[in-house]
T-cell receptor, first 114, second 114 residues
Framework: AQSVTQPDIHITVSEGASLELRCNYSYGATPYLFWYVQSPGQGLQLLLKYFSGDTLVQGIKGFEAEFKRSQSSFNLRKPSVHWSDAAEYFCAVAADTGRRALTFGSGTRLQVQP | DTAVSQTPKYLVTQMGNDKSIKCEQNLGHDTMYWYKQDSKKFLKIMFSYNNKELIINETVPNRFSPKSPDKAHLNLHINSLELGDSAVYFC?????????????FGPGTRLTVL
């Protein structure tokens, strides 16, 4: 069964600084990988996804993520954080089999300091 | 023109009651899901329906019963509510006939059991 680890529970960065949120997955075959963002009191919005091909994927709101098979990682990055980026970020993996439900990591809460 | 909608948004009820949460999607998707997000923000799949057929049924108490009257609706009925059922419940949908359908999430229903 697949699993996802987000080692950082809480991260604080200054506005304008760069950001990297870590995600490690465990899955025996080709994973489908996702990053979702959840603003306070809101649902989940997809930031980006990786299925195959180019290992650097671009998403919305200036985010990108790089898939590294050798490290089983799919870290999310943003070169310059805005105060509106403060939210909870979830990495998720799905199998390429009939079971299509997402397995989520425990989330990373991002705080942005002025 | 909401893609995935849930009602109600908030639900406060007493232990032992029976309640339902409704979910509707207007995206024409063939698969719908229920996820539970606990107080620590951890998201876990509960159920999944594909074309009204149950395809995922995780280890969930049988007090929880999903019902899919048609492809656009997936309701969640909960009998004999317990304190531990307090959580945010998210409905999602996807189109599985594509390579991998992106899941679209509803805004969530915050259930509080007193």
């Amino acid at each position: 069964a697949q699993s996802v680890t987000q080692p950082d529970i809480h991260i604080t960065v200054s506005e304008g600084a760069s950001l990297e949120l870590r995600c490690n997955y465990s899955y025996g075959a080709t994973p489908y990988l996702f990053w979702y963002v959840q603003s306070p009191g809101q649902g989940l919005q997809l930031l980006l996804k990786y299925f195959s091909g180019d290992t650097l994927v671009q998403g919305i709101k200036g985010f990108e993520a790089e898939f590294k098979r050798s490290q089983s990682s799919f870290n999310l990055r943003k070169p310059s954080v805005h105060w509106s980026d403060a939210a909870e970020y979830f990495c998720a993996v799905a199998a390429d089999t009939g079971r299509r439900a997402l397995t989520f990591g425990s989330g990373t809460r991002l705080q942005v300091q002025p | 023109d909401t893609a995935v909608s849930q009602t109600p948004k908030y639900l406060v009820t007493q232990m032992g009651n029976d309640k339902s949460i409704k979910c509707e999607q207007n995206l024409g998707h063939d698969t719908m899901y229920w996820y539970k997000q606990d107080s620590k923000k951890f998201l876990k799949i509960m159920f999944s329906y594909n074309n009204k057929e149950l395809i995922i049924n995780e280890t969930v108490p049988n007090r929880f019963s999903p019902k899919s009257p048609d492809k656009a609706h997936l309701n969640l009925h909960i009998n004999s509510l317990e304190l531990g059922d307090s959580a945010v419940y998210f409905c999602a949908s996807s189109q599985q006939t594509t390579l991998f359908g992106q899941q679209f999430f509803g805004p969530g229903t915050r259930l509080t059991v007193l």
